[in-house]
């Protein structure tokens, strides 16, 4: 069922800026640039969090390692979406183990996402810290999952959707409030 946008919450140059705040949170709370991971979280987290640690370069001068993780196999979900699930590549630059990993999101909404990359993380090897940067808190919340890094607070209704764009694969930045049709 396709999801059409029907108001915009964040337009290009507010996402633009909020990305530059993060990565300066990021780096309040992380004393050693060096240490940190940054590990997007399939589809939209992959770009957020490059776009982060090439603004953290630019702040510290500091190339921060980076990855993507699939979660498909971990979600509590899966018999629900997809009786065989397509896998995806989980690729990190190197060795989680004793790293201060920061999981990136477009949207954390149940916090069931954000479990599953957690689990799917610690298979991987053992972070120092493990925490959680989105661009969108909605709010619902099923699990006790806060995130420590986000971009916009914005309340919603259950029904309604959140859609964050982003220029890598949707040709524009910005977030949106979307109904399905």
């Given at each position: 069922m396709p999801?059409?946008?029907?108001?915009q919450i964040v337009d290009g140059s507010v996402f633009e800026r909020t990305l530059t705040r993060i990565a300066h949170e990021i780096l309040e709370k992380n004393t050693d640039?060096?240490?940190i991971c940054l590990v997007g979280i399939k589809t939209r987290g992959i770009p957020i969090a490059k776009r982060l640690a090439a603004k953290i370069k630019?702040?510290?001068?500091?190339?921060?390692?980076?990855?993507d993780l699939d979660?498909?196999?971990?979600?509590?979900d899966l018999t629900e979406l997809d009786r065989s699930p397509t896998l995806q590549s989980t690729n990190i630059e190197g060795d989680v183990t004793?790293?201060?990993?920061?999981?990136?999101?477009?949207?954390?909404?149940?916090?069931r996402t954000a479990r599953a990359a957690m689990d799917a993380l610690i298979d991987l090897g053992r972070p120092r810290t493990i925490q959680l940067a989105v661009m969108v808190d909605r709010g619902h919340r099923e699990l006790p999952i806060r995130p420590?890094?986000?971009?916009?607070?914005?309340?919603?209704?259950?029904?309604?959707?959140?859609?964050?764009?982003?220029?890598?694969?949707?040709?524009?930045?910005?977030?949106?409030?979307?109904v399905k049709q």
């Open positions: 999801v059409v946008a029907k108001k640039p060096k240490n630019k702040i510290e001068g500091v190339d921060v390692m980076t990855g979660i498909s196999l971990y979600r509590d004793g790293m201060d990993v920061v999981l990136v999101d477009d949207v954390i909404f149940t916090g420590d890094y986000v971009g916009k607070n914005i309340p919603t209704a259950k029904s309604e959707i959140v859609l964050v764009r982003v220029k890598e694969i949707d040709g524009q930045d910005g977030v949106y409030i979307g």
